[in-house]
């Protein structure tokens, strides 16, 4: 049996989070993707304790050591050996974070690599239901802006945070070490900084969020001029096209701005908090120092040096968090989007028990189907007949009377609201929607030819098929001469959609296809 019908355009809108999920929900989520590296992050662990305790150390020498002991005493004996210790930890942190950032940049590829092959393997699962009523761009930046967000937070935030929380830790024990009083008065400001990243939290979060819905819209719109170019040119809808552009493209820069904003409130703040931290260590060590409670003036300057470098080291962690806030933001409102995709399940299911088809005759059967894209609109209502195998029937009627949803539902793109669909007498429900459609050969009247080689879209319908086979395919539609004259014919690129032939050609070509398939139906 032969069935033609033509292909419906996508109706699409936007998916949108409905609410913010739990900022520990999307970490443990996310936590999978890293876990398959457990080797190579216990590596970096060890790189970024290397790297921290070379960091504390350093000031301590340089400080303690080579001013206290030797600059100021004008001792220069043992200089020489103290400077290539400091040498020494330099180089071991270089070497550290060296190997430290080879091996997070092949995680963080290999982390999207994995996540952008579950979005699009997912992707192939759903059903077309859900593709109708979703829009393309959006679903593209998803794949794509989304998840390097994600990269950018591992790559640029959850390693820095990790060594910043190290640093901070040791830099802390030696500041105890040093001078109680002068690490107490360098954590008075902690409490405040505290409370300013706080009230900033859920600002940073809404606003990336709107940054990321405002991008996929620039993406969705520019996806569909792209794609209708032919039709905007040959309706002169040019202008009206460029003004929703510009409308959409201007909603994005205010989103962005507007999280610049927060970011430029935040940022200056935390900056005015540390120098405030840094001012009062300095008034106080001063203090300290000029009363004798750091000892000798040569001890006491050294003390001091060794403990502003200390409160540098301090504040530099805590300044990194604080900057990597933002792009961990980002990413939490990345991996919202992603895994609100994930998370969609296909609305046409195979059954638990489905079976593989086997080799049908092709008898058709519809029974008291009635079906609608909105069950509150049937477009098909109580349709019964039958078709007998090897019978070539035409579906006429004006648009919208359904005989494209006659199509998808044989297809079982969407299953009917009531009645059902057997072939040979079975219920199409029983068998997997793979072995159905395997059964099957549809050509669409807005054919689309994949990129690849003339052969090779042939062969989409016999993926095993000799190039004999092909050729004969060819014949048999009456498509052979014209591929032979093309510049490498059969091997000849067809482009993007197919979009290097013509309408006729690409019709030929899905016609050879179908033919190739020898489908029952």
């Not at 996508?10 to 890293?34: D, N």
């Not at 190579?40 to 002991?69: D, W």
């Not at 942190?93 to 190997?99: C, D, G, K, Q, Y």
């Not at 994005?252 to 120098?275: D, S, Y």
């Amino acid at each position: 049996m032969a069935l033609w019908h033509r292909g419906m355009p996508f109706h699409v809108e936007e998916v949108k989070a409905e609410r913010k999920t739990p900022t520990l929900t999307l970490l443990i989520r996310l936590l999978k993707y890293i876990a398959p590296y457990k080797k190579e992050i216990a590596v970096i662990l060890l790189a970024l304790a290397a790297t921290s305790i070379s960091n504390m150390i350093s000031p301590y020498i340089l400080g303690r050591e080579i001013i206290a002991k030797y600059i100021l005493r004008a001792d220069f004996a043992g200089l020489q050996s103290v400077i290539l210790i400091f040498l020494g930890f330099l180089i071991l942190s270089w070497i550290a974070n060296t190997v430290r950032t080879y091996l997070v940049g092949k995680i963080g590829e290999s982390m999207l690599f994995k996540i952008r092959s579950d979005l699009f393997n997912h992707l192939q699962t759903l059903s077309i239901s859900f593709f109708d009523r979703s829009n393309v761009g959006d679903i593209v930046s998803r794949v794509t802006n989304d998840t390097d967000s994600i990269g950018e937070a591992f790559t640029e935030g959850v390693i820095h945070v990790i060594s910043d929380v190290m640093s901070l830790t040791l830099v802390i024990g030696m500041m105890f070490t040093i001078n109680v009083q002068l690490t107490l008065a360098s954590m008075t400001v902690i409490p405040l900084l505290l409370l300013t990243t706080i009230i900033f939290q859920s600002k940073f979060r809404e606003a990336f969020r709107r940054t990321r819905e405002k991008i996929s819209q620039v993406t969705s719109k520019l996806e569909e001029s792209l794609s209708g170019i032919r039709e905007i040119k040959a309706f002169t809808k040019e202008r009206d096209f460029v003004s929703d552009f510009q409308r959409i493209n201007l909603e994005n820069l205010r989103a962005n701005v507007e999280a610049a904003k927060i970011m430029g409130a935040f940022f200056p703040t935390v900056q005015v908090i540390q120098a405030v931290g840094s001012g009062v260590v300095m008034i106080y060590g001063s203090i300290l120092a000029l009363n004798g409670t750091l000892g000798p003036i040569e001890d006491a300057v050294g003390t001091l040096v060794t403990f502003l470098l200390y409160v540098q080291t301090f504040f530099r962690p805590i300044q990194e968090l604080t900057n990597f806030y933002s792009i961990v933001q980002s990413a939490l409102a990345a991996a919202e989007r992603i895994f609100e995709l994930l998370d969609v399940q296909p609305e046409i299911k195979d059954s638990e028990n489905a079976i593989e088809m086997p080799p049908i005759k092709g008898e058709i059967e519809f029974e008291n189907v009635t079906f609608g894209y909105d069950p509150n609109y049937p477009v098909i209502h109580n349709i019964s007949f039958r078709i007998k195998p090897k019978e070539t029937v035409a579906l006429v009627g004006p648009t919208g009377a359904g005989k494209s949803t006659i199509v998808k539902l044989l297809c079982r793109f969407y299953d009917p609201q009531q009645g059902s669909i057997k072939i040979d007498g079975y219920d199409i429900k029983m068998f997997t929607q793979k072995s159905l459609r395997k059964q099957m050969g549809i050509i669409l009247q807005e054919t689309l030819l994949f990129s690849g080689t003339v052969k090779e879209n042939i062969r989409y319908g016999k993926p095993d098929a000799t190039d004999e086979e092909v050729i004969n395919a060819a014949k048999v539609v009456g498509a052979h001469d014209f591929i032979m004259q093309l510049p490498e014919g059969y091997e000849t690129k067809v482009g993007e959609k197919g979009l290097r032939l013509s309408m006729g050609q690409r019709q030929l070509i899905a016609f050879a296809r179908a033919i190739l398939k020898d489908p029952a139906i």
